[in-house]
């Protein structure tokens, strides 16, 4: 007859971190589901309005830069993932600070963005679509300074723990790490997924597409 299987105390203990942490992962996923569809309602919205109006929707080209800069992003925290799992804490380190940079780029785009349509007379009061333009991405903007600040409070421990060899084994073997930076990846995705697909309305809206 054979023995029970039994599990070690690290796998007790990380079964107990991932149950305890499952509400929060699923509140992530019905506040995301809630985000997707305010943005989808107003970007219908925006077509709606584009279609009504005779004035072409502009197209900053720093939307573009902030595209490549939010997907770098978005590699950057998958790539420091699989390096936290594999306990590579100088590459995981840089990654997370690459991830945190580039968030930051992310926002400067956006504002130098926004300062491009306003130097050619397009204010939030314009017209309607230009209306929608800049409540679509400052919405988006608003989501992403929440996303850049929990980074910020991740990134900065994950700097300090890392850098010699005594606090990275405490540091890669508490579970909740892990977990923590699952849900910024899932939010940081989702933030991408959804920057891509106002992005492609917009060049509908302004008939670039």
Do not use: C
């Amino acid at each position: 007859m054979k023995r029970p299987q039994t599990r070690k105390p690290d796998q007790i203990y990380g079964q107990h971190v991932h149950e305890r942490y499952l509400p929060y992962r699923l509140i992530l996923s019905f506040a995301m589901l809630g985000i997707a569809m305010l943005f989808i309602v107003l970007m219908l919205a925006f077509l709606f309005s584009r279609n009504e109006a005779t004035e072409a929707v502009p197209f900053p080209k720093l939307f573009l830069l902030s595209t490549l800069l939010l997907g770098g992003s978005s590699i950057a925290i998958q790539k420091a993932r699989n390096a936290f799992v594999q306990e590579q804490r100088i590459r995981y380190a840089r990654l997370v600070m690459i991830t945190l940079i580039l968030g930051l780029a992310f926002m400067a785009s956006q504002i130098g963005a926004w300062y491009v349509l306003q130097s050619h007379g397009i204010f939030v009061n314009t017209f309607a679509a230009a209306s929608y333009l800049y409540l679509l991405t400052g919405l988006h903007a608003v989501h992403m300074f929440a996303g850049v600040a929990i980074m910020l409070l991740f990134a900065l421990p994950a700097w300090r723990y890392t850098r010699n060899d005594g606090t990275a084994l405490y540091y890669f073997t508490d579970p909740a790490r892990l977990l923590h930076l699952d849900l910024i990846r899932i939010y940081w995705h989702f933030l991408a997924a959804i920057w891509g697909l106002l992005l492609l309305f917009l060049l509908l809206g302004s008939g670039l597409i």
